[in-house]
């Protein structure tokens, strides 16, 4: 799939259903049972944070499976050889809790989507300027709903801003009024040991919080 390719299956799928899983903790023997269950509740942007066990192994078994149709890819990308090693695993997203100017370079350089950790304008223009492309506004308890609203005031209206941290079906619908594009989901969505009938259900709260906020606007 070329650069371009990835970009508008991205920009698809967050206009679709812009959930993206962060499966903290998933390991390659649940990988493809809890992929399922994602992307049957709707959800086909996936991250693999990299402190998780074997990350780079579960990239590419859910990469093999779900490559053509959804977007995988790593969180917790700290270092340019990580980049590396998520595009050998298949990864077409390389996620962050901070803004890395030679991560970003790699990222790039590898034809991948790059989406860094902000909290401020000065970090989010940063991340702008060296070709991020979306910034997670992390911790999202930080950057609450009316921290948002001015950001994305500033902001280029091209940029989609996807707050991560403490998101739940009751809080989308906030963070969405103040300009928010998409939802990094984390332990409410999955947690090691949620078998794929849970994680279908957790999906399926996200998706109709989504569903109806949208609606309502």
Same mark, same amino acid.
């Given at each position: 799939?070329?650069?371009? #390719? ?5 920009? *698809?799928?967050?206009?679709? !259903?812009?959930? +993206?899983?962060?499966? /903290? ?16 509740? =709707? ?5 693999? $944070?990299? #402190? ?6 579960? +990239?590419?078994?859910?990469? /093999?499976? %779900? ?31 901070? %803004?890395?100017?030679?991560? @970003? ?6 034809? !991948? ?37 001015? !950001? ?16 739940? $079906? ?9 300009? @928010? #594009?998409? %939802? =990094?989901?984390?332990? @409410?969505?999955?947690?090691? =040991? ?16 989504? *569903?109806?906020? /949208?609606?309502?606007?």
């Amino acid at each position: 799939m070329t650069q371009k #390719n990835t970009q508008a299956l991205w920009l *698809n799928l967050l206009e679709k !259903m812009p959930l +993206i899983a962060i499966l /903290r903790g998933i390991t390659p023997e649940d990988a493809l049972d809890i992929g399922h269950a994602l992307v049957e509740g =709707g959800i086909s942007i996936i991250e693999v $944070p990299l #402190n998780s066990p074997s990350p780079f192994k579960t +990239i590419e078994i859910l990469s /093999r499976e %779900f490559g053509q149709n959804a977007i995988i890819g790593a969180g917790t990308v700290l270092t340019q050889s990580e980049v590396s090693s998520v595009v050998s695993a298949g990864g077409k997203l390389a996620v962050a809790p901070n %803004f890395n100017p030679e991560v @970003a370079q790699q990222a790039l350089k590898a034809e !991948m989507l790059y989406c860094p950790g902000v909290a401020t304008p000065s970090e989010a223009f940063s991340a702008i300027e060296a070709g991020a492309t979306a910034l997670k506004l992390f911790p999202a308890e930080l950057v609450t709903p009316s921290v948002q609203k001015a !950001m994305r005031a500033v902001l280029p209206e091209s940029v989609n801003l996807i707050p991560v941290g403490g998101i739940t $079906p009751h809080n989308i619908p906030d963070y969405l009024s103040c300009g @928010a #594009n998409g %939802f =990094g989901i984390g332990s @409410a969505l999955y947690k090691p =040991g949620d078998n794929k009938n849970t994680v279908k259900q957790n999906a399926k709260k996200f998706a109709d919080s989504l *569903n109806m906020a /949208r609606a309502s606007m």
